[in-house]
């Protein structure tokens, strides 16, 4: 990705938190069903995304160019 990061899941809220390749926690947004996180200002590199609801969590490793 180079700017966004756009979820979208029906009826599903929580906490999206950001971790660069260290583990390091960068970021902590709440998120609804339909959410874009702009990741503009954010430096190239590896990431890993966490999202958390009330149900489940979710993982995901992104590239920003």
Known sequence: TTGELNIDA???S???NL???HGKL????????H???NLADKERGIYLVEIKS?????YSRIIKQ
Do not use: A, H, K, Q
């Not at 009330?54 to 979710?58: K, M, P």
């Open 10 to 12: 029906e009826n599903i």
């Open 14 to 16: 929580g906490v999206l």
């Open 19 to 21: 971790y660069d390749v």
């Open 26 to 33: 960068i970021e902590t947004e709440d998120f609804g069903s």
């Open 35 to 37: 959410s874009t996180f």
């Open 54 to 58: 009330d149900s489940r969590n979710y």
